[in-house]
């Protein structure tokens, strides 16, 4: 290694004016083992410089080249990796960390030794030694191979010191006035040789001199021992003295800990006794109210529902960890169990009291109500019974069965009270629907003047509608609603039906909510969820299990409450929707056409229950029987189309405007009326479809086994009917339908004025069929008068049988049959007249121009002209 140092001085580091004081052979860690050495130098230059080095041995030949360099005030940290086990490994943090393997643990150390006494030297400790043994760091590098090779370099390293200014110009002046002190450096030296020894006499003999004042120095000293020694014995006197001080002090700090924690001791127990006797003491007042609280003054009932609540609130009290084990915490909640199960069955027995005499109360008649038909009012009822609202909350917490007794006690009787109510109000509103008062009487078997009904509400069903059977024969199909006018009671009583039905609604709606209401406080079923107390830390860290039930009640409970309140209400008012299709089944046997008024009335209370509240018992049930009014409505409807379908015309009297053509118009005006900004027009333009696709079909039918009127009449005067109903209404929905009746109409308008007008001047029709057919042939227009049976005397000869007066006989017979196969309803005469009249003139003017291209130049003329064949049609109509 020796060797290999003065070769790297000599070839690497002298030319570059550089001292090479350590050096180390190493191999990066846990790579291939390629050697190369880390040496650490200074410059010889001032100011000095400390670098590590790191020099590879070429490939090529026995030569050492430097690789890399770094100033070692960039070295951050040295690693030794273990400073109590032999471990060559150690690294280097420069900008980033150099991880080597040293070839001995020796040579890691005494590069590690040489590393820290140039920081020490040059760089004030600037470098952080980590994992390194301080032996290493305080004693000097260990003989052997390593002081071989580093030992010289770093002695003379830490004997070099700097020479001062002063020192330097000493130096200069010396040399100076020694001549020859550059010349001859020998006798130089002798000189300085000879002054020497001489200053070193001298400093002897100054020694010497000054032993006296030695002796007296070493005397000085021997008393200033003495003195320390008296001082050392009482600063040791002093010590005794503070020690048995610090021990009263040890023993009074600890008497004062014993007295804090006897006083934190005390305040806790006060703390509990006092949490305990303020939370879990219940005044005189509160158990008096308790055990004989006046249930039936409002007084009363306050100063019971605060001794509830203050019960409530000493029974749900969290108790601290061990309250439960102490005797008068015992005693204390036997007392609250017996206060409690004591207030409670009072409670209930005096409920209870209330819900069956209320039900078995005989008082509320509908005697005083037939006049207006209105439902009794419960809010008396009500309003007496919310005061108990908090107890019933405390009787659901506290005695959840005695609190699901209260509930079916009170859905029992509540449910025959308004049994008895909902019947009487509709069997009322039945004998309204089906005549007077008066009437009614003698129909249906009232007597005396209380009111009271004989009979089943099935019977009465049956009553009415033979009662009403001899009076809406004119009014159950769109067959008969033409003649609704001859029927002086038909609008009437359907405007009494709607007035009734409406009514009936109207009570019932307020009646169902009221009660809805009344119970959803009452029982405290309002649908809130419950706020659940926050969870200890340790049995919910992550919030999870709290999350899960508040979600849980979130959801659960909300579905829970409205289930009560429906089923508390269905049972309540189980006897509505059977009443209520009673009563539909009524009307709609009284007159089917009952069942529009019902379809828009129910549909306009269904929308507004599912407004207010679209899941409750109304709202249900109204649904319900909208059900059942539906179907009654396309019941109806399709009736109506059945009996269309089922239409018979006499054979023996013209047909006219057929019956369901005008009941059709007087449906459609009726249901407009009725359905003007209702809720369910759907369902009304769906039954229009339907009914005009029928009334189109059964018209044509009609049309086509008519015998005493012509099809193109039945068809002509039906579809303008139609036509003119639909414009008149302007029914969106049927658009489509009213222009293809006006298609119709005018097509058989058309087909008809052709099929009656028919040929009125056959033999001169005959004539000119054979020119066109000639023309058709081949021959040239103006060659047709050439043939011999269309020649020009031919043509004289067919004019000359149709001369004005013929003409006129003529016309005057078609108005007559023209006449005959229409009605006068539909005044559609002169529309045909005209069209006619229209028609006759087309033919003429095709005559006219017949014979001017076939008999050019001929002076060949009609009989009559243009004007006298108006005169013709204005004086037949004229004269009829």
């Not at 390593?146 to 070099?160: I, K, R």
């Not at 009170?410 to 309204?432: N, P, T």
């Not at 709606?509 to 969820?529: G, N, R, T, V, Y």
């Amino acid at each position: 290694m020796t060797a290999i140092k003065h070769a790297l001085q000599r070839d690497i580091f002298t030319p570059n004016d550089e001292r090479l004081l350590g050096i180390v052979n190493v191999c990066k860690a846990g790579k291939k083992k390629k050697n190369c050495f880390l040496c650490a130098t200074v410059t010889t230059e001032r100011p000095v410089q400390v670098k590590v080095v790191k020099v590879k041995k070429s490939d090529k030949g026995d030569f050492y080249k430097r690789q890399l360099t770094w100033e070692l005030r960039d070295l951050i940290e040295v690693d030794a990796k273990d400073a109590s086990k032999e471990n060559p490994e150690f690294d280097l943090h420069f900008e980033k960390v150099y991880r080597w393997v040293a070839s001995s643990t020796a040579e890691k150390n005494s590069f590690i030794s040489c590393i820290w006494k140039l920081n020490q030297r040059y760089l004030r400790k600037k470098v952080e030694f980590v994992n390194v043994s301080s032996q290493l760091l305080e004693e000097s590098v260990p003989s052997g191979e390593s002081q071989s090779v580093a030992g010289g370099d770093e002695d003379t390293l830490d004997d070099y010191q700097e020479l001062s200014a002063r020192e330097e110009q000493d130096i200069e002046g010396m040399m100076e006035v020694c001549e020859y002190a550059i010349s001859n450096a020998e006798a130089f030296a002798e000189q300085l040789s000879r002054e020497l020894q001489v200053l070193d006499g001298a400093n002897i003999q100054s020694i010497m001199a000054s032993e006296k004042q030695v002796n007296t120095l070493m005397q000085l000293l021997d008393e200033a021992l003495g003195e320390v020694d008296t001082i050392e014995g009482k600063l040791s006197s002093y010590e005794e003295m503070l020690q048995s001080v610090k021990d009263q002090m040890d023993q009074i700090s600890q008497s004062n800990r014993l007295i804090q924690i006897s006083n934190a001791n005390n305040g806790k127990l006060l703390n509990e006794i006092q949490f305990l006797v303020h939370n879990m003491d219940l005044s005189k007042g509160h158990i008096r109210a308790l055990q004989d609280g006046d249930l039936t003054s409002p007084k009363g009932i306050e100063a019971c529902i605060n001794a509830a609540e203050a019960l409530l609130q000493c029974m749900n009290v969290a108790l601290w960890p061990g309250h439960d084990k102490l005797m008068a915490v015992k005693q204390q909640q036997h007392l609250f169990t017996d206060l409690r199960d004591t207030f409670a069955r009072r409670l209930t027995n005096h409920l209870n009291n209330v819900f069956v005499h209320q039900g078995h109360d005989q008082s509320s008649t509908l005697s005083q109500h037939t006049v207006e038909l209105t439902l009794p009012k419960h809010s008396p009822l009500h309003r007496d019974l919310l005061r108990y609202a908090k107890l019933m909350e405390w009787l659901k917490i506290t005695h959840r069965e005695k609190y699901e007794g209260l509930s079916r006690t009170y859905v029992d009787y509540m449910s025959r009270l308004y049994e008895r109510e909902i019947k009487d109000f509709f069997e009322i509103a039945k004998i309204k629907m089906a005549g007077t008062s008066k009437e009614a009487k003698g129909k249906f078997g009232l007597h005396g003047s209380s009111g009271k009904l004989t009979g089943s509400t099935s019977s009465l069903n049956k009553l009415s509608v033979q009662g009403s059977n001899s009076r809406r024969s004119q009014s159950s199909s769109l067959l008969d609603m033409g003649n609704m006018s001859a029927s002086d009671l038909d609008v009437a009583d359907r405007t009494k039906f709607d007035k009734i039905f409406e009514q009936v609604l109207s009570e019932l709606e307020p009646l169902c909510l009221a009660e809805q209401d009344f119970i959803s406080k009452f029982f405290k079923l309002q649908q809130h969820p419950p706020v659940l107390p926050p969870l200890p830390e340790a049995e919910d860290s992550d919030g999870g299990l709290h999350n899960i039930l508040s979600r849980f009640f979130a959801i659960f409970l909300p579905f829970k409450s409205k289930d009560m309140v429906r089923l508390m209400m269905n049972k309540v008012f189980q006897s509505i929707e059977p009443e209520l299709n009673s009563l539909i089944a009524l009307g709609d046997k009284m007159d089917s056409f009952h069942s529009l008024y019902m379809l828009v009335k129910m549909s306009h209370h269904v929308w507004t229950a599912e407004n207010v509240d679209p899941a409750s018992f109304l709202s249900t049930t109204l649904g319900n029987v909208l059900v059942t009014v539906k179907r009654n409505f396309d019941k109806c409807i399709s009736v109506q189309i059945r009996q269309m379908e089922e239409v018979k015309i006499s054979k023996k009297s013209k047909v006219g405007i057929l019956p369901f053509v005008t009941g059709f118009e007087e449906f459609a005006e009726l249901a407009e009326t009725i359905f003007r900004n209702a809720e369910r027009r759907g369902d009304l333009d769906k039954a229009y479809v339907k009914l005009i696709r029928a009334v189109f079909m059964n018209v044509e039918k009609v049309a086509n086994e008519s015998q005493k009127t012509p099809r193109d009449v039945v068809m002509m005067e039906n579809f303008h009917h139609i036509f003119s109903t639909l414009s008149q209404l302007k029914i969106s929905c049927l658009d489509a339908e009213r222009r293809e009746a006006k298609h119709k109409y005018t097509d058989h308008l058309q087909s008809y004025v052709i099929n009656s007008l028919g040929q009125p001047l056959e033999k001169l029709n005959h004539f000119f069929e054979g020119v066109e057919a000639r023309v058709a042939q081949g021959i040239r227009e103006e060659e047709v008068s050439y043939q011999l049976a269309f020649n020009k005397q031919e043509l004289r000869k067919v004019i000359k049988e149709y001369p004005g007066k013929e003409v006129k006989k003529g016309l005057d017979n078609l108005y007559k049959k023209v006449d005959k196969h229409l009605c006068e309803e539909e005044s559609l005469l002169q529309v045909v007249w005209h069209s006619t009249q229209d028609e006759f003139i087309r033919q003429y003017k095709h005559f006219e121009d017949l014979i001017g291209r076939c008999y050019p130049g001929s002076g060949i003329t009609m009989e009559f002209t243009i004007q006298d064949m108006l005169e013709y049609f204005s004086s037949i109509a004229q004269s009829h």
